[in-house]
């Protein structure tokens, strides 16, 4: 017999979504997972945050308030403080950007 290799991921999965049993649902994730595979979406967002990466260190070089930067993929954040040094942290209402 031939199983579907989605089966190997959601074999006990137990949700309570009111279209848990929706045919189209479970057509639209399907075709979501097709052009997720086909696009090569992940190895895109790998490259793309390889390359947002390289932007925010060269923003943290220049202008040296960048504490950390973290994350994976295009799902990156910058951590602003006032001494990377020390990771001295901004006051609450550091009013950033405000004349």
């Not at 017999?1 to 949700?15: D, Q, R, Y």
């Not at 097709?34 to 947002?52: F, I, S």
């Not at 060269?58 to 994976?72: C, F, L």
């Amino acid at each position: 017999t031939h199983t579907h290799p989605l089966s190997l991921i959601i074999a006990g999965f137990v949700e309570g979504h009111t279209f848990e049993g929706s045919p189209l649902a479970a057509a639209a994730a399907v075709a979501v997972l097709q052009e997720v595979c086909e696009r090569d979406l992940c190895g895109n967002a790998r490259a793309m945050g390889a390359r947002l990466r390289k932007g925010f260190e060269n923003i943290a070089r220049k202008h040296g308030v960048v504490g950390d930067i973290r994350g994976k993929g295009l799902f990156l954040a910058m951590e602003f403080v006032r001494d990377p040094a020390t990771k001295t942290r901004f006051p609450d209402n550091p009013a950033f950007g405000v004349s």
